[in-house]
């Protein structure tokens, strides 16, 4: 019986899910506009002094004074977030290849981040940026297909090419080769592995062990407020270096705080993830804080707490701000989601990609930049999925 309800939501979420691997444009709704949005609200509900005092000035000549103006509402959440200090596009124009496992939400947000980075770089600086996106169909653990992306890349003569950085050790050759032929390359994703600095310009990383952080402790404030003992169980995808971060991480954050925590694999396959959640639930329920690290572990234990009724017992932690991981913050059936900077980590490497090409130096940025990091819950839900809209129209587009 229990085989056979396994295999039941095994089939629901798969046939459910698109692609997820472990958005650039100017209408998606920011939290600065949403913030705007409630202060126009308010604007309006004033009296018509107020109103009239916020109102652009008019001076003595009748022409008015703009001084007064409210600045521009931010259009996009990376706006700004990076410079090139003072350079000087001088007619300069830059190539840049986005090498991908896949074609994943995840790889299409870098490269939506990595699109709005090249329109700023053209508005502010004059530099004209082309981004081109090209992904294989294999995994993280499968990397022939991305070393014959890197290796071609590197012969098609683009001038950088950003690749990711998690898989270092299998995409070593693909490395070497750009630097053989005096490409720099980009590295995203993971950790600084101080080890090929040698054949990479720069690194945009996570802070594996700030993130560890950030969500632990979020999870065991909202159980707290519920009036429950936290019990933490950290969902991973086995024994990898990053893993071993992770759960060293975590499990330090917990015994600081007197909570107690433990780890179950979980693989990134959907239905291994149902039956090992399943599993250790049924074992022990009083275990009420499952966080995912990895791919959709927060949906597989969405689906199964959902299926045994104990939905609002179980606090689930999802990963990212892919559609599968918002429609379960949507549904309240995950508490929130860390969003691993993926987005910013696209802007970030073309910011470092173009500030390396201007003089074959950094100037401006840090030869090692770290990901912008978030909560995703309820409160800023709406700016995730705005981005989300944009990475999976340009999927269905393509």
Not at 10 to 15: E, M
Not at 66 to 75: I, N, T, W
Not at 296 to 322: H, P
Request: charged residues 25%; aromatic residues 8%.
């Amino acid at each position: 019986m229990k085989k056979r309800f396994l295999a039941m939501i095994s089939v629901l979420v798969i046939t459910s899910m698109l692609i997820t691997g472990c958005g650039d444009s100017s209408g998606q709704k920011s939290s600065a506009e949403a913030t705007a949005d409630e202060e126009n609200k308010e604007n309006e509900a004033a009296t018509d002094e107020t109103a009239a005092a916020d109102d652009t000035a008019a001076t003595d000549d009748g022409k008015t004074d703009d001084s007064s103006s409210d600045p521009a509402v931010s259009k996009n959440p990376l706006e700004g977030l990076k410079n090139l200090g003072d350079a000087k596009g001088d007619g300069k124009s830059f190539k840049i290849l986005s090498a991908q496992d896949n074609f994943g939400e995840f790889h299409v947000t870098f490269y939506q981040g990595a699109l709005y980075a090249a329109q700023e770089i053209k508005e502010k600086y004059g530099i004209d940026t082309v981004i081109d996106f090209k992904a294989g169909s294999g995994t993280v653990t499968d990397a022939a297909e991305l070393n014959g992306i890197l290796e071609q890349g590197v012969n098609e003569g683009y001038d950088a090419i950003m690749t990711p950085g998690y898989n270092a050790s299998s995409i070593k050759s693909a490395w070497e080769y750009a630097a053989s032929k005096d490409v720099p390359m980009f590295a995203w994703w993971g950790d600084h592995l101080e080890e090929y600095d040698d054949m990479i310009a720069a690194w945009c990383v996570n802070d594996t062990v700030q993130q560890c952080t950030k969500i632990t402790e979020y999870m065991i404030n909202y159980a707290n407020e519920k009036g429950v003992e936290p019990k933490v169980v950290i969902m991973s995808q086995g024994s990898t270096d990053i893993e071993t971060i992770i759960v060293d991480a975590t499990t330090k954050i917990c015994d600081e705080k007197g909570v107690d925590a433990k780890t179950i694999i979980v693989t990134t396959d959907s239905a291994t993830q149902i039956e090992a959640i399943s599993n250790s639930y049924q074992a022990d329920p009083s275990w009420n804080i499952w966080l995912a690290y990895t791919g959709e572990a927060g949906v597989s234990a969405a689906t199964v707490f959902k299926e045994f009724g104990v939905t609002n017992d179980m606090f689930v932690a999802g990963i990212d701000a892919t559609s599968t991981h918002l429609d379960c913050l949507e549904e309240g059936t995950n508490v929130c989601l860390l969003e691993q900077g993926v987005y910013s980590a696209g802007y970030t490497a073309v910011y470092q990609a173009v500030d390396y090409l201007l003089d074959g130096q950094l100037d401006s940025l840090d030869y090692v930049e770290i990901t912008s990091n978030d909560i995703v819950n309820m409160d800023n839900y709406d700016a995730w999925r705005a981005v989300n809209d944009i990475v999976m129209e340009a999927i269905e587009n393509n």
